[in-house]
T-cell receptor, first 113, second 111 residues
Framework: KAGVTQTPRYLIKTRGQQVTLSCSPISGHRSVSWYQQTPGQGLQFLFEYFSETQRNKGNFPGRFSGRQFSNSRSEMNVSTLELGDSALYLC????????????FGPGTRLTVT | GQQLNQSPQSMFIQEGEDVSMNCTSSSIFNTWLWYKQDPGEGPVLLIALYKAGELTSNGRLTAQFGITRKDSFLNISASIPSDVGIYFCAGPVQGAQKLVFGQGTRLTINP
């Protein structure tokens, strides 16, 4: 069974631009969560989607948003990029809402210059 | 909020040695998860624990759910070079469908 896939793997953007990252969960998994990983803050929860609905959101500004499609694929968007948004963005999928066994993708490395 | 503290932060060991690391919290957790992350990759789920006192193995890895529900332990026996990486503990935040992660234990193995 294929794992979680994320595209693109690497991205370089300029301050003020916006970016969209994509995540395809493991087949049959319907819950998708997003995390930001930085050396200083570690792994921090961004948001979680199930059945196309955002169920939880972390403590991030409104510039960070996401959505989920009917096939469970998810996208996250960051608008008006700041230097501090440089990070590894990880997507994780699980079978259903309330299932804490989350399986991570390889991540998208975003660099903001 | 709920936080997880991992120790040690880093370990330097010889190949073949056993490894022990732990994760503690001031809050109670009902689930403990252990992940391993290799450079440039996402975390890989190693072991999930659901019951206080539970001891679960995955090959050379053994994890325990502390009886106080405020800690968990991970042991690796007879370490090999591919065990190198960062090990994270994680647990669900009460009342929310999200995980909180420890800061990680970085394992380095000297050949």
């Amino acid at each position: 069974k294929a794992g979680v896939t994320q595209t693109p793997r690497y991205l370089i953007k300029t301050r003020g631009q916006q970016v969209t990252l994509s995540c395809s969960p493991i087949s049959g998994h319907r819950s998708v969560s997003w995390y930001q990983q930085t050396p200083g803050q570690g792994l921090q929860f961004l948001f979680e989607y199930f059945s196309e609905t955002q169920r939880n959101k972390g403590n991030f500004p409104g510039r960070f948003s996401g959505r989920q499609f009917s096939n469970s694929r998810s996208e996250m968007n960051v608008s008006t990029l700041e230097l501090g948004d440089s990070a590894l963005y990880l997507c994780a999928s699980s079978l259903t809402a309330g299932d804490y066994e989350q399986y991570f993708g390889p991540g998208t490395r975003l660099t903001v210059t | 909020g709920q936080q997880l503290n991992q120790s040690p932060q880093s370990m330097f060991i010889q190949e073949g040695e056993d490894v022990s690391m732990n994760c503690t919290s001031s809050s109670i957790f009902n689930t403990w998860l252990w992940y391993k992350q290799d450079p440039g990759e996402g975390p890989v789920l190693l072991i999930a624990l659901y019951k206080a006192g539970e001891l679960t193995s995955n090959g050379r890895l053994t994890a325990q759910f502390g009886i106080t529900r405020k800690d968990s332990f991970l042991n690796i026996s007879a370490s090999i070079p591919s065990d190198v990486g960062i090990y994270f503990c994680a647990g669900p935040v009460q009342g929310a469908q999200k995980l909180v992660f420890g800061q990680g234990t970085r394992l380095t193995i000297n050949p």
